[in-house]
């Protein structure tokens, strides 16, 4: 098992070596777009981009869902939440701007998701009385 130093120093060099190679605009090092071999129709950025979107998207589930088990506020940060509603509603916009459905509808279900939770919140909170010290 590594420890904290080893973690640190591969964490930097991984971000150095990929700072490295994106700067130096080496075009044999880039990752070259072909179709997917699972899925011959799409292009493997859009496999990626369903699978990234959809693991950032339901990130925020099993908190919300805890939340409605415990009924209760304890351990939700309602200003995270209200920073992140903003920036997923940023990313809607972007992916209207470059016309990609993907980004658009991921970025929709996140915001549903996290608008759940800062009600959720707001209704836990408001019950426990601790709604005044947020």
């Known amino acids: 098992m590594m420890n904290t130093d080893s973690y640190k120093r ?24 072909t179709a997917s071999l699972l899925a011959p129709t799409l292009q ?3 496999i990626v981009g369903i699978v990234a979107g959809f693991g ?16 209760s506020s304890q351990g939700m ?25 993907p ?3 991921w970025n929709t279900l996140a915001v549903v998701i996290n608008s759940l939770s800062v009600a959720a919140y707001l209704r836990f909170a408001k019950r426990e009385g601790n709604l005044a010290a947020h």
């Open 77 to 101: 940060n309602p200003t995270m939440a209200g920073i992140m509603g903003v920036f997923q509603i940023l990313w809607i916009y972007y992916g209207l701007l470059i016309a990609s459905r």
């Open 56 to 71: 950032t998207t339901f990130a925020a589930m099993p908190d919300l869902i805890k939340m409605f088990r415990r009924r």
């Open 10 to 33: 591969a964490t930097t060099f991984v971000v150095l070596s990929l700072g490295a190679a994106v700067l130096t605009g080496c075009e044999s090092l880039g990752v070259h777009d």
């Open 44 to 46: 493997r950025s859009e």
């Open 103 to 105: 980004v658009v509808i």
